[in-house]
């Protein structure tokens, strides 16, 4: 008979029902029934707010000279639209395709996109979030070129097929009217003259409509006579067609990198035929054969010389060479290099007429990944500086963090160091793309992101009223050696490429400290400071962590467990830059295995230090016997305590920046088991056991080898009770132990008895790089799992338990704990959370030389799937963050610093005999957890997840009151309360489609949050109602009312005699009574989405659900009004002709026929 386990049942219940999913355990103290909880699901809605960054993969451009607008679309169907600095839109085609080529209607507000999948769209650009109000789908033929007369309705549509068709942008309907390919060109040509490639009407006669084709061959097309004017035959392919302003010429450019100028009415040859970049034979035959010109254009001045600009057309030589764009103006020839291949460009005029002169002023530059404007109006032809936040990927970004509410001084002070980065030698002019107006948002507070990149370079961006703005930029790969030549670029061995590479990041906002880590197992610490420095020797330490050796191995204590007194003294003096040469310190020589070598080496000479971010402390892991270090997985500062914690797949180290010291290098696994910390103490026979209480650094660093021995495992020191007999022993029984192991492992324990034989003659700072032992069972396949206690987890399953959080508190750090202490919660992979305690010096000098305490406290809690975040609150719920000092100038004089520097803030009060004051909130990839302190008492849980699980979660704060929000690798956003974790909100948003979306989505306060969502692209949403409630007010306009410049004169002389612009009734000769209807299987009208757009971030579920049946009533009420207002007015208008007929029937009653 199975047995039926009551316990298994409760806890099933407790997990299944969402009301129980969080619901108390039995016996847990009551108190939180006080806490008040004020968020419910209402507060939630999920929306996108802003993209920033540079579009990924643009494909074309187009420009509004009236409204400066400036659209660009990509390879994936976006659009992104940009006005004057913080003016920006981004919309999506839903098909996704291509945007081939983009159409404004000058100063109308709307947008003709046309798309690979044949398709052309109508975009509405007077509302803030524009809208799709037309669709044209083309079903026999493919859409090669578009071209939109100004002031016209009538848009031309090339095709592959080589036919042109006319679309009414007003009424997205086709025009019965169409140019075939067989009629324009010759009768006698045998050949298909291949896809439209240019279409533009005589800027003099709009009558006139200039069609080129693929081939070579353009033909000059009469829309009334409906027959070819004139055709002009040229042996090369065409790329793109340009005119001059009065209709008499127009230019072409070749696929052989030739310009052809052919006068209207002379078709035969053209008038003349150059090769811009071409080598002129002394002989006078044709010149080499160039690049294609891929576009050419043609702007003519008032004043002086026209303007021409094109791209490409580069001699064939110059492979290798950049790609250019050249400005030939009179009889000067620019050649500009730009830093990616070109996409498109546009040459921007002062009137919109193309029958005027033009008077260009700057061109605009489209390139793969970055956006170029040229003053045109300037010698030298310099760049305007981009307004636009187009600069996120100027090296790939690696990690992101998000800072909602920042302190108010923060921008301020960052902008003003920021502000002295820039380069110099910009336009003096305007940033001419000045369309829109900003957003009237009520959001005020401070919002920063910093983005951690692969050149080892770190960003800080106002995000502010959603916006975006590069504050400064900080290079930490400064603090290195930089390779000279490829030969002597530095094997680092962990990764090939980038090796300064931002893995995370720490920072402290109102403490200003920065704390990074690199790929290459390399800690930075920074300090803030206003003024400029030059540091002689930048400060260094070494940490060697590596993975345990077994117990069963571990040398003989000689039974000396006294506990030893810290002795107090100086610190010692950090390591200098260079690493030294002597065998046992550092070894990478071919005969032996690379040995306490660390990846980089830090730069020997000066390193002058600008204001801003500047270099406290590098922290590197060396090598360990052949192995590089484990790359470092989390990271924590305080500056109240003036600690930097972190770990890896081996164990966490501490160290105290003030005194440059490193307090602790402890394996994972030692950090379990509390009750006997002995077991997981060094096993460094030169160094007698301490409690646990005990680890700590006081080594005067004045005393040699002999007198005192340094384990900057744990950063603590003794007198060295290890006498030669004991040294002896241990030799031999790493002689006897290394015959059972592998080759790797007896080399690693014949280096380890040599380090500890070496003699007194060694300096003091080896002694320093020296470590402790561990134990290791070497497994069957040939990799090392560390051993541990049995009743926490197998063997097997803890082959690689890294850290993956940290969390510094002032908190119960034991059970038996009655007042709070300072202490770092710490979470690993495997889902354990330990509690580790610091023992603080007084502030002043005595914290500068007496050590710092730890202990580790052993296991709090333990939750399904890897640790994410950790936070703490006090017993009504309200978030206690981690102290800080509040920031001074280190660099300031010690007046200064004494004003500014404070205590860090008030402990939390001591708990009551009995109660419990605190709770700790714990989330991992699986589930929440809500533990009351001291007690340890799990009070909550909820398991988040069961089939995915959780990529990023935070703790954050909105309308007054916190709570978790989590992000899951299906793409589900959800929130839970504090501290019932009650589901508030859970909305399938985004399936993870690549690694960079985890790598950078982050939660921050009053419901933003944001990640990369593509490689040169930041994407904000908001999880608060209020804000999306509120968002139309705070996106910016992009439409602008505008006067459109007056039409030029034609002058008394052109307007007797016949010249000028001929205008052209298009309606008469492309509407449906003169050119009939199209035929309706060539293309499909989709009306837009309209009422329906508004329904795309609805959330998903029964939340979705209601709100599209709400959407959907709100509709039919919005129809049945309009209905029973045209009813009202059809009887208005009955009774209103009711009325005349009566009076008219009074007016002429009694009068005769013949008075009428």
Sequence with gaps: MKKFNIRKVLD????????SSAAAQPGAPRENDAVQETLQSEHFQLCKTVRHGFPYQPSSMAFDPVQKILAVGTQTGALRLFGRAGVECYCQHESGAAVIQLQFLINEGALVSALADDSIHLWNLRQKIPAILHSLKFNRERITYCHLPFQSKWLYIGTERGNIHIVNVESFTLSGYVIMWNKAIELSTKTHPGPVVHISDNPMDEGKLLIGFECGVVVLWDLKSK???????????????????????????????????WNVRAPAKPAQIITPHGKQPKDGKKPEPCKPILKVEYKTTRAGDPFMVLSGGLSYDTLGRRACLTVMHGKSTAVLEMDYPIVDFLTLCETPYPNDFQEPYAVVVLLEKDLVVIDLGQI??????????????????TCCEYFADCPAELIPALYSIGSRQKRQGYSK????????????????????????????????????????????????????????????????????????????????????MLCVAGVSAHVIVYRFSKQEITTEVVQLLEVRMQSEFSEVDSPDPGGEQTPTLPTPGAPPSPQETEVPTQPSTGNSSSDGPRDNIPCLQVRSSPLKQSPGYQVELVIQLVWVSGEPPQQITSLAINSSYGLVVFGNSNGLAVVDYLQKTLLLNMGTSELYSPSDPYQRQPRSPRKARQPSGALCDSNDGSNTSEDRCKSPTSG?????????????????????????????????????????????????????????WRSLTYAKDNSFTRSRSSSVTSIERESREAISSFHFCESYPRKTDSVVGPG??????????????????????????????????????????GILTMAMLDSTGTLL???????????????????????RPASPPSSQEGQDSQFAVLCSEKQA??????????????????????LRADVVQMAGANFIACFCANGHIMTLSLPSLRPLLDVNYLPLTDMRIARTFCFSNLGQALYLTSPTEIQRITYSQETCDNLQEMLSELFTPVETPEAPNRGFFKGLFGGGAQSLDREDLFGETTAGKASRSLAQHIPGPGSMEGMKGAASGVVGELARARVALDERGQKLGELEERTAAMMASAESFSKHAHDMMLKYKDKKWYQL
């Excluded at 107006?437 to 502010?464: L, R, V």
Aim: hydrophobic share 30%.
């Design 929 to 950: 957890k809500v533990v009351a302190m001291p007690s340890q008492t799990c009070i909550y849980k909820h398991n988040i997840t069961e089939t995915s699980f959780v």
């Design 881 to 903: 963050p981690p102290s800080y000092e509040p920031w001074y100038d280190p660099n300031a004089s010690d007046e200064e610093k004494e004003k500014s520097r404070r205590r």
């Design 429 to 512: 002019k305007e940033w001419p793309i000045s369309g829109g107006n900003w957003g009237q948002g009520t959001q005020s507070y401070p919002e920063i992101i910093i983005t951690g990149h692969a050149d080892g370079s770190i960003k800080f961006w106002d995000a502010s009223a959603l916006m975006l703005q590069v504050l400064y930029k900080l290079k930490t790969a400064k603090v290195f050696e930089r390779a000279r030549s490829k030969e002597e670029k530095p094997s680092t061995d962990i990764v090939e490429e980038d090796p300064f590479a931002i893995q995370t990041l720490s920072w402290c906002p109102e403490s200003r």
């Design 12 to 19: 099933g219940l407790t997990a299944t029902s969402s009301s």
């Design 824 to 865: 770092v919660l710490v979470g690993t992979t495997q889902g354990s959370v330990m509690m580790v305690a610091l023992s603080l010096p007084p502030g002043g000098d005595q914290r500068q030389q007496q050590p710092v305490g730890i202990s580790s406290c052993g296991t709090l809690v333990r939750l399904k799937g």
């Design 227 to 261: 027959k070819a004017d004139y055709r002009y035959n040229y042996d090369e392919a065409i790329h793109s067609v340009a005119w001059h302003h009065e209709g008499k010429q127009f230019v072409c450019s070749h696929s052989d990198g030739t310009l052809t100028t």
């Design 716 to 772: 603590s020191t003794s007198p060295c009770n290890s006498d030669d007999e004991r040294k002896q022993k241990f030799i031999e029984k790493v002689k006897f132990k290394s015959r059972r192991f592998s080759k790797t492992v007896a080399n690693d324990f014949a280096k380890m008895s040599r380090k500890i034989s070496s003699t007194s003659e060694q300096k003091p700072d080896l002694e320093e790089r020296s470590q402790r």
């Design 380 to 397: 030298g032809y310099p760049i305007f500086e981009t307004p636009y936040p187009l600069t996120i990927h100027e090296s790939p970004v």
